[in-house]
């Protein structure tokens, strides 16, 4: 079972992005479950989600304490939430920031710096969306840096959530984020 | 067909197959997502039911009360305060043998203010002739609604299902959802009782005087009608089972583990337990979970999905040879103990041999890990016997 | 009874919210006509005069905002009726 941690800020639609990466894993043919880790939900406050992928049926409910891949959505939260608790030496980590990783990290890096995958997400989603909502952007970033699920199937998950043209901008900027690199 | 949705979504999609006539509900965290999304097949036109928007969960109940009385399917949904307030109303419904189903997003009790989740909501409904089920995931959700309306029409008792809020509500999961047709077998359209509802031509009245000459009678009778739906509860949440055709299978990993369901209560474990674990709802999967990856300790847990009636004598059977019974409740009557260690407590006394031991897990959201259940199952093997707080 | 259970008030001073922004107002001083309509839609109220009452060439005291609470959400650009505050991207 892999488990995912996504950290982020109420808004920027952290638990939508969760759940876009059950979608899409459900429909690579996984099992998969996704749930928020509610504080009392406020636009800005710091929150959690989470997501279980694995072969087998899903019956574990607790929160995910060692997540195998950490997706952070907002570099002001370094300082502000213990972002790394929890890591193993092979998590993977996705973080939006439009600083370098010696920027981010003064001191030592947490993980190994291969682990580490930077987008300037809210650039792109600004470009693109013309709103500093960077879930999409950040989902093509993991699916590209993880491996672990297919764009396809991201782009069929964003389908059953939107529509239209916010539907369409949306497919553009995961996709844009997932031919990074 | 399977599909990943989201808990409340699900149990929604259910409702709208089951075609209540009157939806009537108040919002409260973490109950909102089920009726905004039936307030949404409403505003669609996907649905056809009366969506009153009550001006708060005593006016919803009471609505709800009222159109149940003439004669209609009805449902509502509410968490916490919201079912607190509602009380007075849902020990009326029950005393005029309304057929109204109610969700329960459980969620904790104020004060201090939770929205997060345990079983503290529910259990102030215990003693008010409800039905009490609990599910485990969205997949048993489904299955407690058709079968909630099933009981609750044809014996004239509501029922309440019980879904953890947010681990369950806001949790999105694949599922399988019934086929209209399938619901529309399983529940034909309801038909009140003949002269037995509000109605201009026929006129008749609810909830009148009853002196001392005849309400101990009436208590007594729906007392017994709750305990004799027992049977019958059980056989048709294993007939829904079936129907949907989602009974959880052993895989790999699990050959040494088993599968014993009854439909009121659920036993997975090893063969030959040494210590089971007893409790509601959600936290059964997590179990589950720790049972799977420590099968050298010989371990099983029997999950609850009946609280009312109270399938006592069912979980005794399933004891078989057990030493130890660790009940693990997401309440608590405070100065007393967890209401379901008290109850099977009082239930099994001068019947088991095995040692029963209360456990307070989970208030107000407390999240339960595995480390959790290692510690229960080191004291429950000491000679200690008070209910003890894990968390 | 050993547990406190009263919260004292000013407590939300001591989450400096000005971190979650993405957009920072920009308030054109020589614009502002002190009307006050910033400060009264800010929904932390962190909009006020210059606090060492500054005024601009027109002799107004000119509106200015708390950057360290400010959340970027950008109501008081929208409602300035002289299009003295503009949202400009927070280069942080």
Same mark, same amino acid.
């Given at each position: ?15 939508? +992005?969760?759940?876009?990466? +059950?979608?899409?894993?459900?429909? &690579?043919?996984?099992?998969?479950? +996704? ?9 800005? +406050?710091?929150? /959690? ?13 607790? /929160?995910?304490?060692?997540? &195998? ?5 907002? &570099? ?36 190994? =710096? ?16 013309? =709103? ?11 699916? /590209? ?8 199937s991201i782009k069929d998950a964003l389908r059953e959530k939107f529509s239209g043209e916010i539907?369409?901008?949306?497919? /553009? ?9 | ?194 002269? !037995? ?38 056989? !048709? ?43 509601? %709802?959600?936290?059964? %999967? ?56 008290? !109850? ?17 897990? %989970? ?27 894990? %968390? | ?7 004292? *008030?000013? @407590? @939300? ?11 920072? *107002? ?21 909009? #006020?005069?210059? #606090? ?40 942080k």
């Amino acid at each position: 079972m892999l488990e995912i941690r996504l950290h982020g800020r109420g808004g920027q639609g952290v638990v939508t +992005a969760a759940e876009l990466i +059950a979608i899409a894993a459900f429909k &690579d043919g996984f099992e998969s479950q +996704a749930f928020p880790n509610f504080g009392v939900e406020r636009r800005g +406050a710091p929150i /959690q989600a989470y997501t279980r992928i694995s072969k087998e049926k899903i019956r574990l409910r607790s /929160q995910i304490y060692e997540p &195998d891949f950490l997706i952070i959505q907002d &570099d002001t939260l370094f300082g502000v939430v213990d972002l790394f608790k929890g890591v193993k030496k092979e998590t993977k980590v996705v973080i939006n920031s439009s600083k370098k990783l010696n920027e981010i990290f003064s001191n030592k890096l947490p993980l190994k =710096k291969e682990n580490f995958f930077i987008v300037d997400a809210t650039k792109i989603a600004l470009d693109i969306l013309g =709103k500093p909502i960077i879930n999409t952007v950040m989902l093509g970033a993991f699916a /590209q840096f993880s491996g672990l699920i297919k764009v396809k199937s991201i782009k069929d998950a964003l389908r059953e959530k939107f529509s239209g043209e916010i539907l369409n901008k949306n497919i /553009q900027a995961t996709e844009y984020a997932f031919n990074l690199k | 067909m399977k599909t990943i949705l989201e808990g409340s979504r699900v149990i929604a999609e259910t409702i709208k197959m089951i075609k209540p006539s009157v939806v009537s509900a108040y919002p409260i965290t973490p109950q909102t997502h089920i009726v905004e999304d039936l307030a949404k097949f409403k505003a669609n036109g996907a649905a056809n039911y009366e969506y009153v928007r009550a001006e708060s969960e005593f006016a919803a109940a009471s609505i709800v009360l009222g159109a149940s009385a003439a004669g209609e399917r009805v449902y509502t949904a509410t968490s916490s305060q919201g079912l607190l307030l509602m009380i007075e109303v849902l020990f009326n419904i029950a005393g005029m043998r309304l057929p109204v189903v109610l969700t329960c997003a459980n969620r904790g009790v104020s004060a201090p203010i939770t929205i997060w989740n345990d079983h503290q909501d529910i259990m102030t409904l215990r003693d008010a002739g409800w039905i009490i089920l609990f599910a485990e995931n969205a997949q048993e959700a489904i299955v407690l609604h058709l079968v909630a309306y099933k009981i609750a029409e044809k014996y004239k008792i509501p029922v309440t299902v019980n879904v953890d809020g947010f681990v369950l509500t806001h949790t999105y999961e694949p599922s399988v959802l019934p086929t209209q047709s399938q619901v529309n077998k399983y529940l034909p359209k309801y038909k009140p009782q003949k002269d !037995e509802y509000l109605n201009v031509e026929n006129p008749v009245t609810f909830g009148a005087f009853a002196t001392p000459a005849d309400y101990m009678d009436i208590r007594e009778e729906l007392h017994n009608d709750i305990k004799n739906t027992q049977k019958e509860i059980g056989q !048709e949440i294993k007939k829904v089972f079936k129907l949907l055709n989602v009974r959880e299978k052993i895989s790999q990993k699990e050959k040494n583990l088993i599968f014993n369901d009854n439909g009121l209560v659920e036993y997975y474990g090893v063969k030959n337990p040494k210590i089971i674990f007893l409790t509601m %709802g959600s936290l059964v %999967g997590t179990i589950k979970d720790f049972i799977k990856e420590n099968q050298k300790e010989k371990l099983g847990v029997l999950k609850l999905r009946s609280f009312r009636p109270l399938p006592d004598k069912i979980i005794l059977k399933m004891l078989k040879n057990a030493k130890y019974l660790a009940i693990l409740d997401k309440n608590i009557s405070l100065g007393e103990s967890g209401v379901l260690g008290m !109850e099977i407590k009082g239930a099994f006394f001068n019947k088991t041999k095995i040692k029963i031991q209360n456990f307070i897990v %989970g208030l107000g959201g407390r999240d339960i890990t595995e480390k959790h259940l290692s510690k229960i199952i080191k004291i429950i093997q000491t000679k200690k016997d008070q209910s003890v707080f894990i %968390g | 009874m050993k547990r406190k259970l009263t919260v004292k *008030p000013n @407590s @939300s001073r001591e989450n400096k919210t000005g971190g979650w922004r993405t957009f920072k *107002p920009d308030f054109i001083h020589e614009k502002c006509i002190a009307c006050n309509t910033c400060a009264l839609v800010c929904p932390e109220g962190i909009c #006020k005069p210059n #606090k060492d009452g500054k005024k601009n060439k027109n002799g107004k005291i000119y509106y200015d905002f708390d950057p360290e609470y400010c959340k970027g959400c950008g109501i008081c650009a929208a409602n300035c009726p002289v299009k003295a505050i503009e949202m400009k991207l927070d280069k942080k």
